[in-house]
Structures are given as C-alpha cells and as structure tokens.
C-alpha cells in the first residue's frame, strides 16, 4: 500500500471554524424571509385599506357649512322668459321654468328615480323621463310615477332684473311648495 503524502488539501481539521451548511437551513431561512415578507406585505395592506376607508368616511363636506362658495349662473333678463315656458340651461344642469303666475324656479335635469336626464316636451308642457317613463309637472312635481319625488331645484335669485340661480346648492323636496319659487 501506497501512502499517500499529506497535502493541504487532504488535511482536515477537527477544529476547523468553518461548519457545512446543510440544504436545510437555507430553506429556513428562505421561509422565514418570505414569512417577514408576507407579514410586511399584509401589514401595508392593512394600514391602505384602513387609511382608504377613514378618507372615505370623513371625506364628505359639512351640509351646513355656511362658508361653501357659491356657483352662482346667470340665466338672463327676467323680461326675456315667458310665462309658462322652460329653457334648457343643460351647461349649467338645469331646466328655468317660468310659471303660469310668472315666477321662476330652477329645476335639476336629473330625475329622482335613477338619475336619468329628463326632457322637457313643450307640447304635452311637462318633463318625460325616457327611461322609465316618469313625468313631472312644469313645477317639477310627480305626475306620473315611478319617481319618488318632485325634481330637485336650485335657488333662484333676482338681482337688478336678471334671473341667477346658484346652482352649486341643489336642494331635494317631496313635492312643490310656493316658498320654492322666486318672482321679478
């Protein structure tokens, strides 16, 4: 037998620092790594979702806060609208309805069912809903469910013989009411 001569490569030390790693505790670290990871993850998540809800809920303005700016449109000399006649002001999202006893209200475009845009037909003088087929009175009034309730309006205002309507405010109501209506 041959003996073959000790190199440094062939020599090991009993007490050599150096441990082998074993396949093992790679996978466990990689699992404890992915595990932090997906902790992390969750808690970003977590703290997204919660910060998405709270904006949401205390996003809204206060309804009564005095301090709004108002949206304030011109529509016209007050002469210039006929009695018992609407214009179309769909800019401005809002239907002028000049009143058989000649005063003014500014009703919304919207219909109280769902939402749809009304039309105003002026020879049947009322606003038809095309989708579900709702009408309401020159005043905005139900005529023909199945809108629940009369169309919302805007204020309107009389200033040095030009009719305004603030269309930033759009007030609801159930049904007409003569405080709603403003005259030259």
């Not at 997204?48 to 809800?53: I, K």
């Not at 904006?55 to 806060?65: A, Q, R």
Request: net charge positive; aromatic share 12%; proline share 4%.
């Amino acid at each position: 037998m041959k003996k073959k001569k000790q190199t440094k490569k062939n020599i090991v030390k009993k007490d050599n620092p150096v441990k082998p790693v074993s396949s093992e505790s790679k996978i466990e670290s990689r699992r404890a790594f992915l595990t932090k990871l997906w902790k992390g993850l969750g808690l970003v998540v977590s703290l997204e979702v919660f910060a998405v809800f709270f904006g949401f809920l205390f996003s809204g303005k206060n309804e009564n806060d005095e301090s709004r700016s108002k949206q304030i449109f011109q529509a016209g000399k007050a002469d210039s609208f006929q009695p018992n006649t609407v214009t179309a002001f769909r800019g401005g999202r809002f239907y002028l309805a000049r009143l058989a006893d000649g005063g003014f209200i500014a009703l919304s475009i919207r219909c109280t069912h769902l939402g749809c845009s009304i039309n105003w037909e002026d020879e049947k003088k009322k606003f038809v809903c095309p989708c579900h087929a709702s009408s309401f009175a020159i005043n905005g009034d139900v005529e023909n469910p199945p809108a629940p309730t009369a169309l919302d309006y805007f204020p309107v205002m009389i200033e040095s013989g030009f009719v305004k309507v603030d269309i930033g405010t759009k007030l609801k109501r159930n049904r007409f009411d003569k405080s709603q209506v403003e005259y030259a």
